[in-house]
């Protein structure tokens, strides 16, 4: 008895099927350019002319031929020739609050502690004796207490009409404003 296993010897193996495979693209190839299906393909194909340069005319001149320019990729902006634009103005600080001049703000600054004399000097170098009623400024607290000579202890800012408070200290050696 012999064996015989199922499928052994039947198959045309990976080169038969790559043969057949071929066979038929041709075969089908050759239907469709004999029917004309593949001939409709070609016509619309554009086709390519060569077309030889014009012979000059006996007498004339040639023309000269133009310049090569290179393409740019995007044409250029006509530069501006007359004067520059001014820039737009700046934006007002809306922190910045303007008070008429002939407006005079003045702020009463009342005197505590145990200081024997105090002035409000502005840097100009004009002394306000404190208690006072003082313009809008800055103004260095200056200070003496008993049997010292006197020295500059703080300083107080006048911005608007509120009141303030001094208060002197000779254990501290300083002025605090409130």
């Known amino acids: 008895m012999s064996a015989r296993r199922s499928g052994a010897g039947t198959g045309f193996g990976i080169a038969g099927v790559g043969c057949v495979l071929l066979v038929g693209f041709l075969s089908l190839s050759a239907v469709l350019v004999c029917s004309g299906f593949g001939g409709a393909i070609w016509a619309r194909m554009p086709r390519i002319v060569e077309v030889s340069p014009p012979r000059p005319v006996a007498g004339t001149d040639p023309a000269p031929e133009p310049e090569a320019r290179p393409i740019s990729p995007r044409p250029r902006r006509p530069r501006p020739t007359g004067p520059k634009p001014k820039p737009p103005p700046e934006p007002e600080d809306p922190m910045i609050v303007e008070v008429e001049s002939d407006t005079l703000i003045v702020a009463e600054v009342s005197l505590a502690g145990d200081a024997s004399e105090v002035f409000a000097v502005t840097p100009d170098g004009t002394a306000y004796p404190l208690p006072a009623a003082l313009p809008r400024g800055t103004y260095d607290l200056q200070v003496s207490f008993a049997g010292r000579a006197p020295f500059v202890a703080g300083s107080i800012a006048i911005l608007d009409g509120t009141a303030k408070a001094v208060t002197?200290?000779?254990?501290?050696?300083?002025?605090?404003?409130?």
């Open 168 to 178: 002197c200290r000779e254990s501290l050696g300083i002025c605090k404003v409130r």
